[in-house]
């Protein structure tokens, strides 16, 4: 059996703690491996950014088949969260968001941005969103490669938790 990647940028709040929740609910119906990623500002918050980690894989109760790896870089979400899950050979990015506010109702939302730098599908989770199984999946397609490609990841998704696609078209 063939092990999915999730890739779970974790910014040691709530919403980092429901995405990593997610991904290992996600884990339990397939042979899956997460990494754990945080993106630190420099090396010194790398390494403090490490020891977090460390704290966090070690306190987890992981379901049989699921492995975590933590990676911490030197980085900026905008740039490198896409990078990186490319690199790794992710098949989903698996990551909280706090909402829009302020000024970002206005020009975006943090999360957004980080979701159009990246060629890799997305799962966005807030705090409070509660641990259910997938039942509609919905890919907007248009006629490029990366998007045939995220059909055939939304098919996988659904084949595991027996979900509806739902393909809409420009």
């Known amino acids: 059996m063939s092990k999915n990647i999730y ?23 397939v042979k899956t491996e997460i990494l754990l990623l945080n993106l630190a500002a420099s090396r010194a918050d790398g390494m403090k950014a490490s020891a977090k980690m460390d704290e966090i894989i070690n306190g987890l109760e992981l379901p049989s088949g699921v492995e975590v790896r933590k990676i911490v870089r030197e980085g900026s979400i905008f740039e490198d969260i896409g990078k990186i899950a490319r690199t790794e050979n992710a098949q989903l990015i698996i990551m909280g968001t706090h909402g829009a506010t302020g000024m970002q109702r206005l020009f975006g939302s943090n999360a957004m941005k980080v979701v159009t730098s990246a060629d890799v599908p997305f799962l966005i989770v807030q705090k409070d969103t509660p641990l259910n199984n997938i039942k509609n999946i919905i890919v907007p397609i248009d006629l490029t490669k990366e998007s045939l490609q995220i059909v055939n990841i939304a098919g996988d998704m659904a084949g595991i938790f027996g979900a509806e696609v739902h393909v809409v078209g420009e």
Not at 7 to 29: I, N
């Open 7 to 29: 890739l779970v940028p974790h910014d040691f709040t709530a919403v980092g703690d429901t995405a990593l929740r997610y991904a290992l609910h996600m884990g339990k119906h």
